[in-house]
């Protein structure tokens, strides 16, 4: 198999699941709104989510690098701010300090991945 043919191949599966997971996406999806009587952590949960998937469409630039680094740092964004938002309303004390480090882990990676965008002239 050929690097070009591997390629398409893989594009053409990626766009399949794409287009299964736009089918069959669950409730806890961006796109399914807080209800009346949401939760104040439903509600955050939901916007974070919503932010999360606008900031990571954008278009690839068939760099993988540029690409992985540019998609990751807004999923990073997204756990953080789950992380956040647990610690704010989170009773259990091991999911609590599961959000911490998750907080200071991401926060770390975040950071390195900027700093690799700045190096290598990306975005």
């Known amino acids: 198999m050929t ?3 591997f390629s398409r191949g893989a594009c053409a599966a990626l ?3 794409a287009a299964l997971a736009a089918q069959a996406q669950p409730a806890h999806m961006p796109h399914a709104a807080a209800g009346a009587g949401a939760s104040a ?3 955050a949960f939901q916007a974070g989510e919503q932010q999360m998937m606008k900031d990571m469409q954008q278009p690839y630039t ?3 690098d540029k690409d992985f680094v540019a998609h990751m740092i807004p999923h990073h964004q997204g756990a953080v701010a789950m992380a956040r938002i647990e610690l704010q309303h ?3 004390p091991a999911l609590r300090r599961l959000a ?3 907080v200071k882990a991401q926060d770390k990676e975040i950071a390195f991945m900027r700093q690799w965008q700045a190096r290598h002239g990306a975005r």
């Open 62 to 64: 068939g760099d993988a």
């Open 100 to 102: 911490a480090s998750i």
């Open 15 to 17: 766009a399949l699941c």
């Open 90 to 92: 989170g009773k259990d």
């Open 41 to 43: 952590s439903t509600a």
């Open 3 to 5: 690097h070009s043919s």
